[in-house]
């Protein structure tokens, strides 16, 4: 590791400790800025990665409510509040029984970079529980979802801090919170991003992620001449992202076979066409099953326990959790043949991972500029909702798509080498740095 890095990362790891994924995403992006820092003294006598290191706010909370038997459970609820450079903070709520400090933390981090990178006035930020809503009834969900804002209402507002879904929080939470936020302060604002259509919703933002992820390819796959058009491609994830990047890239003529959940993943060699992603979305979103019934259904494999990149691929879009990949992972996955990851969802490859898809001279679009659709759209959402009006989905849409070519074009101004070969990782960690850094300083020292 550069010795610059060491000594950074020395002093995050002494402020922040046990906080593994923190470390790890910090490190990302300053192996990337280092050097760039360096070549641009004004950053460093800022100390600009220093403070964007350093949330600017973090809120942990107690939430008590009570489940159908009438038995008090008590969770744990946080917002991290990142950064406010260029826009109020903005991030996704993720309810899931991993959820701690320091994956909040990974993902408040991530957002700064990447909302920097969809060009909108948005900051960063990132919230959540410890709460698991798989096995609860509607009406469990709902209680707990409204203890969770008679807290978090205080710190959160249309001009100051707008959460919006993330793992485990769909449609339904985000009523069950909005509901309670309006109730609680007595307005109806622009406050939560993914609301449903008729409550201020923008049309295409539950598709945006996964198609926004599936742009990102395409575009990766321009440079190259090349196209998603008869192309094997592996998907894990059943869920919001998943589903949507199945739908784009399907719709782009791709052949797509795998899809997973935490359990396993199912592997359908005929490709899962139109009919079966609608099975998929009333298996996941309405029923809430798990994908092994997709394999029963469809009389397909289905793993248990395993990930789908054992696969052979042309394209992979890690579309579920983080550090879903491992270094082993990345080189079957580049031993079989593939030569595009498009991440779906946030930092799903580890470090090893990224080395190997980067040695290896692959297209490689990291998750904060390849994800960014979804809060893209939030920012069009929020827009739409401060204008009180709404646009149609082929408007929406082609702004989506003109994001995606935009983060493409900033990645590869700041990433490529001298071989032309296009580094996305620096590109997305320098293009996105830029912006808030410029806007620190013109700030002062706050
Ligand atoms: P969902 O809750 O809709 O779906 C998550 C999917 O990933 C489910 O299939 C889930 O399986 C699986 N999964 C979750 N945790 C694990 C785990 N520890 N191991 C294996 N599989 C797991 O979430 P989203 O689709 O919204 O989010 C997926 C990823 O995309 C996340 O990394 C998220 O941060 C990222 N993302 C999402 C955005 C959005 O707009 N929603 C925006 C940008 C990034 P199971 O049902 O078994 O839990």
């Known amino acids: ?28 992006v300053a192996e990337s800025l280092v050097p760039f820092i360096e070549e641009n003294p004004k ?67 991530e957002q700064v970079f990447k909302n920097s990178l969809t060009t909108l006035p948005l900051g960063g ?9 798989k096995g609860k009834s509607d009406n469990e969900v709902m209680k707990f979802c409204q203890s969770f804002m008679s807290e978090l209402f205080r710190h959160i507002g249309p001009d100051t801090d707008v959460p919006a879904g993330d793992i485990g929080v769909g449609g339904r939470e985000v009523g069950f919170m909005f509901g309670q936020y309006k109730r609680l302060k007595n307005e109806f604002t622009g406050v939560f991003t993914g609301k449903g259509r008729e409550w201020g919703g923008s049309l295409i933002r539950p598709e945006a992620t996964g198609y926004g992820t599936v742009y990102f390819a395409e575009e990766m796959l321009k440079i190259k001449g090349d196209s998603f058009k008869g192309k094997s491609v592996t998907i894990s994830g059943s869920g919001n992202v998943a ?33 079966k992603l609608e099975y998929v979305k009333e298996l996941k979103n309405i029923k809430r099953g ?4 997709y394999a029963d259904k469809y009389g397909v494999e289905y793993y248990e326990g395993k990930r789908p990149w054992i696969v052979k691929c042309d394209v992979a879009l890690p579309c579920a959790t983080q550090n879903e990949i491992t270094e082993e992972d990345a080189q079957t996955l580049v ?12 930092m799903p490859s580890t470090p090893d991972a990224v080395e190997v898809y980067l040695n290896n001279r692959i297209l ?39 994001i995606m070519k935009n983060i493409h074009e900033t990645c590869r101004k700041y990433g490529v080498e001298s071989d032309g070969f296009i580094n996305y990782l620096n590109g997305s960690n320098i293009g996105g740095f830029v912006k808030v850094a410029d806007a620190m300083i013109a700030q002062g020292v706050v």
């Open 364 to 402: 490689y679009g990291p998750g904060k500029a390849a994800n960014a659709g979804g809060v893209a759209v939030s920012g069009l959402e929020m827009t739409q909702n401060s204008m009180r009006l709404s646009w149609s989905r082929e408007e929406v849409d082609s702004k989506l798509q003109s």
């Open 243 to 275: 589903q949507f990047a199945t739908e784009k890239a399907l719709e782009f003529g791709a052949k797509i076979v795998t899809l997973s959940d935490s359990a396993g993943f199912i592997y359908d060699p005929n490709g899962i066409d139109a009919e």
């Open 43 to 109: 950053y460093k006598h800022a100390k600009v990665l220093e403070r964007i290191a350093e949330p600017e706010r973090v809120i942990i909370f107690r939430i008590p409510w009570i489940d159908d038997k009438g038995d008090v459970q008590v969770n744990k609820g946080y917002r991290i509040e990142m950064n406010s450079a260029i826009g109020p903070y903005k991030g996704g709520i993720r309810f899931h029984p991993t959820v701690n400090l320091s994956i909040l933390k990974f993902l408040g981090f």
């Open 1 to 28: 590791m550069d010795p610059r890095v060491e000594k950074f990362m020395a002093n995050i790891i002494a402020k922040n400790a046990g906080e593994s994924e923190f470390h790890q995403a910090v490190q990302e």
């Open 290 to 293: 798990r994908i092994s019934e």
């Open 335 to 346: 031993k079989n043949g593939c030569f595009v990851v498009s991440e779906g969802a946030n």
């Open 125 to 133: 930020g990132k919230g959540g529980s410890d709460f698991d809503p």
